[in-house]
């Protein structure tokens, strides 16, 4: 079955495809208004929260990690912006998937003359594109303006900034294809994906700036995959990470997508293979 | 409206008999999901630990954030855990009985809701009861550890009536939650698709009540006294059960009035969703 589709795969799935694949993603999740407006209030409710908290430990340790009080602040409203655009909770094209294998639709994308793999991750980067829009200019907003915020003037950090989400979003994607990918063998996926939210939760910089993290446990998070999904584009908006730091923030964001864009590959070459064995 | 139909031949039942046949339907249902559940062991174990390990990070925040001071808002870490203890415990026990409740705007769009109206049991009791999972265990229980820790570790003078105020407070505070958790969802049957605004009061109340009043602006803090009333919930009990002063300066009543704002909140949730009901226009299937 998959010799078969091979040649097809190739021909078809030009880049155009893709572009159409994510602009229909952007506009799909366009549609939902009323949920789009309740997200944002959500995530700017929680930025006055967690910005007090913050505001209370840079008062009790000003300078603490390196941050400036403003810089502090600033982080907390980015990663609030950047928790649904990068989904640190999971979700986006992730219920997709699952909700297609427990229908068993899984099988006709399978077949497709386009790139599964592909395909996915272009509907992510269309929704990732609405939700930085959506979800995350209007909280900043708000934030600058109850809060004293650290945002760059230059273009050039904004557009390392925007690089680095995007890397964001791809090493996000990588880890969640590999999480749905679990349900082939699993059948039910939802346990795994909830490990997955808390592992991502904590070591990706959301709660706390893992510059905070204790020794071993702060070398290990800075290490790991998750640290590309917040505390890199957050540090390189506050300019935490300038010249050489920003450079090597974002080849480490490029290894770790590359690196689990080859994994989730390996994993769906395997995958395939047992639901052809199941389906004969 | 349906369920009072079919009741029609018989008496009016008074508000208790009710109660009891909502607690009752609740219980029948709560018990069919958790068998179910059950048939998926694995999943149901790793969703459980994955569940008091979500609920743990928030305390584990905390406890990093004091390897970097001794006080947060003048409050120490033991102080902290029994905000957090308190807030989490009355959250984490509103969410395990009444927090299916948020699915109510997809119970709308797809018209399961009709069928629970059709059937001879209180709908809010069904809503509330479907999808039930013990998996919501974890965060009730780990609040309970961090409560516990915290009550041995902090300095009060213990008096009988700081000790009566605790499981007051604990009783007060999750029914404060579970109201919310009601009223909230309630607001879906008009803006169907603003399911998560309900968080900000919910999750969003639960994560301000974990940290000292002394924390926020004056304004935020009125505001869940004279609001949504939060405050009730732990930071006025506790401001008694630990001494310290009211940073707003406010009669020593209100350090005792949980049960006050606890009453006048379900009796608000209650007639919100008798409103939303009475508004819904069924989904025509």
Known sequence: ?280 | MAEQTLLLPAERPSPWTRLRGAVHAWWLMAGMWTRSSMSYRTSFTLMLAANLATTSLDFAVVVLMFRHTDTLGGWTLPELGFLYGTSAFALGTANLFVGSVDALGTRIRTGTLDTMLVRPAPALAQVCAERFSLRRLGRPVQAAAVLGWSLTTVHVHWTADRILLVPVLLACGSLIFASLFVGGATLQFWWGEAGELQHSLTYGGATVLQYPPTVFAKELVAGTVFGIPLAFVNWLPALHILGRPDPLGLPTAFQYASPVAAVLCVLAAGLLWRAGLRAYQGAGS
Do not use: C
């Open chain 1, 1 to 280: 079955m998959v010799n078969a589709v091979v040649p097809e795969r190739r021909e078809g799935g030009g880049p155009a495809v893709y572009r159409a694949v994510a602009a229909g993603a952007f506009r799909r999740y366009a549609t939902y208004r009323a949920a789009t407006a309740a997200g944002t209030v959500t995530n700017t409710v929680f930025g006055f929260i967690l910005a007090y908290t913050f505001l209370a430990l840079w008062h009790a340790r000003p300078g603490l990690g390196g941050y400036d009080t403003a810089q502090a602040v600033t982080y907390i409203w980015i990663s609030q912006a950047l928790l649904v655009t990068v989904a640190v909770w999971g979700g986006g094209f992730q219920d997709d998937v699952q909700e297609r294998m427990r229908t068993g639709d899984i099988a006709v994308d399978l077949h497709r003359p386009v790139d599964f793999q592909g395909w996915w991750l272009a509907t992510d980067l269309g929704r990732a594109a609405f939700h930085l829009l959506a979800r995350g200019t209007l909280p900043t907003l708000a934030g600058a303006l109850a809060f004293d915020l650290s945002l760059p003037r230059s273009p050039l950090v904004w557009a390392a900034f925007l690089l680095s989400v995007l890397l964001a979003v791809t090493v996000s994607f990588g880890l969640r294809f590999l999480v749905v990918l679990t349900g082939f063998w699993l059948h039910d996926s939802e346990g795994v994906r909830a490990v997955a939210v808390v592992v991502a939760m904590f070591f990706s910089g959301m709660l706390l700036p893992i510059t905070l993290f204790p020794g071993r446990l702060g070398s290990l998070a800075a290490a790991l995959p998750w640290a590309a999904l917040i505390q890199i584009p957050a540090d390189i908006l506050v300019r935490h990470r300038t010249g050489t730091a920003l450079a090597t923030g974002l080849a480490f964001q490029l290894a770790w997508a590359a690196a689990l864009f080859a994994a989730g590959r390996l994993a769906l070459a395997l995958a395939v293979r047992k639901v052809v064995v199941q389906g004969g």
